[in-house]
């Protein structure tokens, strides 16, 4: 039998990943990697390290939601050649769980309430 991991024990968050476009997802899909902004790795690493985090993934103005991975590692320093994107800061792992395109339609239903209850899209 196999012991339980001390991070299923933890709190769930989910935050929401932009990307300016399809390339970024599929590279992510393939390599199991994904890069953000300097302004958002704070945030994602301190919630990686209090939490099991799920991010969301959606191209800007697809109005589509192209899957969810969880977050696999905390964000490092070294950066990834692969996108291209002066403005992106270190590489983290991600384990992708969906890769299918969701219209934002069908999520209309789920509100945040950190964001004055706007629809999640």
């Given at each position: 039998?196999?012991?339980?991991?001390?991070r299923?024990?933890?709190?769930?968050?989910?935050?929401?990943?932009?990307?300016?476009?399809?390339?970024?997802?599929?590279?992510?899909?393939?390599?199991?990697?994904?890069?953000?902004?300097?302004?958002?790795e704070?945030?994602?690493?301190?919630a990686?390290?209090?939490?099991?985090?799920?991010?969301?993934?959606?191209?800007?103005?697809?109005?589509?939601?192209?899957?969810f991975?969880?977050?696999?590692?905390?964000?490092?320093?070294?950066?990834?050649?692969?996108?291209?994107?002066?403005?992106?800061?270190?590489?983290?792992?991600?384990?992708?769980?969906?890769?299918?395109?969701?219209?934002?339609?069908?999520?209309?239903?789920?509100?945040?309430?950190?964001?004055?209850n706007?629809?999640?899209?």
């Amino acid at each position: 039998s196999k012991s339980p991991s001390p991070r299923q024990y933890l709190p769930v968050r989910y935050f929401v990943m932009k990307s300016s476009n399809f390339q970024n997802i599929e590279i992510s899909q393939q390599k199991g990697i994904w890069s953000t902004t300097p302004s958002n790795e704070r945030k994602l690493n301190g919630a990686f390290w209090e939490s099991v985090v799920y991010l969301i993934f959606s191209v800007q103005g697809s109005r589509h939601f192209q899957g969810f991975a969880r977050m696999g590692s905390s964000i490092g320093c070294e950066k990834s050649q692969d996108w291209g994107s002066a403005g992106l800061g270190g590489v983290f792992k991600v384990e992708w769980i969906r890769k299918e395109s969701i219209p934002f339609q069908f999520a209309h239903h789920l509100l945040n309430p950190w964001n004055d209850n706007k629809k999640v899209q």
